[in-house]
């Protein structure tokens, strides 16, 4: 009888996205100011590039993104993929976009799904 070979590549556990999950969702309480809509877009993206890579993850953005606005809010949700190595996890990040004054914009994460 043959032993089986060990697969001796790491994988992500479930723990370290979990782990990555609730400290995207504790962002939720450091709403990005600024000016321009595209500039606060920029932070928040590198602000996930920046965690994700904390943990040894890359992220990749789809190119589908749903919105639904309503007045100055508008709601976008992300299909967002986390790879590390050969494996890849799916997240679905929810943000919030706000316009406030004159020509100013807060965003926020609101919702983290699997």
């Excluded at 089986?4 to 790491?10: D, I, L, P, V, W």
């Excluded at 993206?45 to 508008?74: C, H, N, P, W």
């Amino acid at each position: 009888m043959r032993a089986k070979a060990r697969n001796n590549k790491k994988t992500p556990n479930r723990e370290s996205v979990s782990a990555l999950k609730r400290e995207l969702m504790a962002l939720a309480f450091e709403p990005i100011y600024s000016s321009s809509f595209k500039d606060v877009v920029t932070r928040l993206t590198v602000m996930l590039q920046t965690l994700a890579s904390q943990y040894g993850y890359d992220v990749e953005f789809s190119g589908r993104v749903s919105k639904i606005s309503d007045g100055d809010r508008y709601y976008f949700e992300y299909p967002v993929t986390l790879k590390r190595g050969s494996v890849s996890r799916k997240l679905k990040l929810g943000v919030q976009y706000l316009f406030y004054e004159e020509g100013k914009w807060v965003g926020m994460i609101v919702d983290v799904k699997p």
